[in-house]
């Protein structure tokens, strides 16, 4: 990385290190001699479920809304958002003790709308439409001069999620390989960057659901392909790669693969049954990579990210294996 | 203790924890900002749903096992229990080399039969009776000159039990009151004598479900109550006391106090909604107190003992809340 570096720097990332820090949680890393021997490999769990607001969405919030200046935060933040990051900038602005407007769509569910309440947040509700959404936070943006943090496709969001990598290294500085989740690429990005600043031999691995592989693609393709009609239970990789993670994905990530709505389905019961945790879809991803053979990780120390704990318990997906979330837009 | 105790004593339990180290897990703490400010105090969860076959059942049983002589050894153990007791006891016989003759009712859960499995237990199916139960494992003992290890009513199994309490006031010295369940004694009385030898002050209260309330009426009576027709989602506190638990309970444990099967479902999912991990019924019934106010624990400090992880993913309480299981003998 060059010092005329515009992408994620490893000072970015260090300095978001700092700033975060007793603001969330460090959070553990949890180990299985079942899924070892299953996988012929040491797993190390990285349990952003236990992160506070549940997923990792907390890092990259809390850095975005505390790298601002007193001038900017007074007016507090924006975003559109239905899942982890709108509960997480809602607990960092109230941390700083400012605003945060979260648009959501109308058909957001009640308990999604119910955790942004909680830290304070103030929810404006629009169509479940791209369009709508974009155009409320920027009607938002303009009545109240609150500083609009995207999702993913944010630097500083990105070396909020970069620290995950940074925590996994110190715990296992011997780690050969990492699998990550991949949406928007906001926290795959963050962590290859970290990762590869720590130790360059390390193999980087993003993991998408097969029926949201907009990634996969423009991985393969070198252009951003847009997910049109994505079909997974995995609610937080719908969405398509923002241009700021594709710059550091195409540089350091080694590859990404995709897996199938069962084994999504499988590997997150196999870690609520071994692990005894909750890991939602979207977290368990990574591990169905390992129960499809995917890749060749054995005898090494593996590194997989659980990116959050949040769903809903009344609607278990081994209870309607058949069921499939409507197409998302 | 004098030393002419004939009950359980420290030097036990120094021992057992000699003996288990290494050989089960030593379980982290969990805490959340979120139940804290709700109970008004400062919760430490102890994790032994992280424990080695799900529960804590593997401390006691360990130490049963490593406790004997080579040549008690040699012939194995036995017991009959279908429950965590069982998968603990065929783990630790694996770990020492020996057999595990397990004794189980011909309608306990395929999933306990293949955990018992799983660990080289030797399983031997009878009739789902108290007599028939007890009248097998007479059999098989005279037939293979196996040990007994009872799952509770053995002084090896509670010194085995009482070491969760010596890993808690390592953690927490200034812990001010401990809440663990109770079914037929054999961990409560483990931990009142532990904590009560360490910390004299410390107050130590069992908890069970209203619908099993045999230890609470035997704390009341001085005497043991049987428990006749338990009526609980809680299966692993459906026993009734022990002799030998029940001499250490009426010494050393300040309070048994019941909850509802209501408040046990309640507590449950908020821990894994909370907590982001998997807590048997079992294992919820300590923060069920809290949850009912049972308790004065305001700005206190206060240890909750999470017994175990195991359950059927298939079948969840709150999926079914007018469901109660059938009446057990």
């Given at each position: 990385m060059s010092s005329h570096n515009t992408g994620l720097t490893w000072e970015l990332i260090q300095e978001a290190r700092a700033r975060i820090l007793g603001k969330v949680h460090r959070t553990p890393l949890m180990t299985s001699a079942t899924l070892d021997t299953q996988a012929n490999a040491k797993l190390y769990f990285k349990c952003e479920n236990f992160q506070k607001v549940g997923a990792f969405k907390a890092?990259?919030?809390?850095?975005?809304?505390?790298?601002?200046?007193?001038?900017?935060?007074?007016?507090?933040?924006?975003?559109?958002?239905?899942?982890?990051?709108?509960?997480?900038?809602?607990?960092?602005?109230?941390?700083?003790?400012?605003?945060?407007?979260?648009v959501m769509p109308n058909n957001a569910p009640k308990s999604?709308?119910?955790?942004?309440?909680?830290?304070?947040?103030?929810?404006?509700?629009?169509?479940?439409?791209?369009?709508?959404?974009?155009?409320?936070?920027?009607?938002?943006?303009?009545?109240?001069?609150?500083?609009?943090?995207?999702?993913?496709?944010?630097?500083?969001?990105?070396?909020?999620?970069?620290?995950?990598?940074?925590?996994?290294?110190?715990?296992?500085?011997?780690?050969?390989?990492?699998?990550?989740?991949?949406?928007?690429?906001?926290?795959?990005?963050?962590?290859?960057v970290a990762a590869k600043t720590i130790k360059p031999s390390i193999r980087v691995i993003g993991v998408e659901p097969a029926g949201a592989d907009d990634?996969?693609?423009?991985?393969?393709?070198?252009?951003?392909?847009?997910?049109?009609?994505?079909?997974?239970?995995?609610?937080?990789?719908?969405?398509?790669?923002?241009e700021k993670p594709f710059a550091e994905i195409r540089r350091y990530v080694d590859d990404i693969v995709t897996v199938s709505e069962e084994s999504i389905i499988g590997s997150m019961r196999q870690i609520w049954e071994v692990l005894k945790i909750i890991v939602e879809p979207s977290g368990a991803v990574p591990y169905a990579s390992l129960i499809e053979n995917k890749l060749d990780v054995q005898q090494q120390r593996v590194g997989l990210v659980l990116s959050g704990g949040n769903l809903d318990l009344d609607s278990l997906p081994w209870m309607h294996p058949q069921s499939m979330p409507p197409p998302v837009r």
């Amino acid at each position: 990385m060059s010092s005329h570096n515009t992408g994620l720097t490893w000072e970015l990332i260090q300095e978001a290190r700092a700033r975060i820090l007793g603001k969330v949680h460090r959070t553990p890393l949890m180990t299985s001699a079942t899924l070892d021997t299953q996988a012929n490999a040491k797993l190390y769990f990285k349990c952003e479920n236990f992160q506070k607001v549940g997923a990792f969405k907390a890092r990259g919030a809390t850095n975005a809304v505390f790298s601002l200046s007193d001038a900017e935060a007074r007016n507090g933040v924006a975003t559109h958002s239905s899942g982890n990051h709108a509960a997480a900038l809602a607990r960092a602005a109230k941390l700083r003790g400012i605003p945060a407007h979260i648009v959501m769509p109308n058909n957001a569910p009640k308990s999604k709308q119910a955790s942004v309440s909680r830290y304070g947040g103030k929810i404006i509700l629009c169509e479940p439409t791209l369009q709508a959404r974009e155009s409320t936070v920027e009607r938002v943006i303009a009545e109240t001069g609150a500083t609009l943090i995207h999702p993913y496709n944010d630097l500083r969001v990105m070396a909020g999620q970069a620290t995950t990598a940074v925590e996994l290294l110190e715990d296992v500085p011997d780690l050969d390989v990492i699998l990550c989740p991949v949406g928007g690429g906001g926290q795959l990005s963050g962590i290859a960057v970290a990762a590869k600043t720590i130790k360059p031999s390390i193999r980087v691995i993003g993991v998408e659901p097969a029926g949201a592989d907009d990634a996969a693609r423009s991985f393969r393709s070198g252009q951003i392909v847009q997910m049109i009609n994505p079909r997974t239970i995995a609610d937080g990789l719908r969405t398509s790669l923002g241009e700021k993670p594709f710059a550091e994905i195409r540089r350091y990530v080694d590859d990404i693969v995709t897996v199938s709505e069962e084994s999504i389905i499988g590997s997150m019961r196999q870690i609520w049954e071994v692990l005894k945790i909750i890991v939602e879809p979207s977290g368990a991803v990574p591990y169905a990579s390992l129960i499809e053979n995917k890749l060749d990780v054995q005898q090494q120390r593996v590194g997989l990210v659980l990116s959050g704990g949040n769903l809903d318990l009344d609607s278990l997906p081994w209870m309607h294996p058949q069921s499939m979330p409507p197409p998302v837009r």
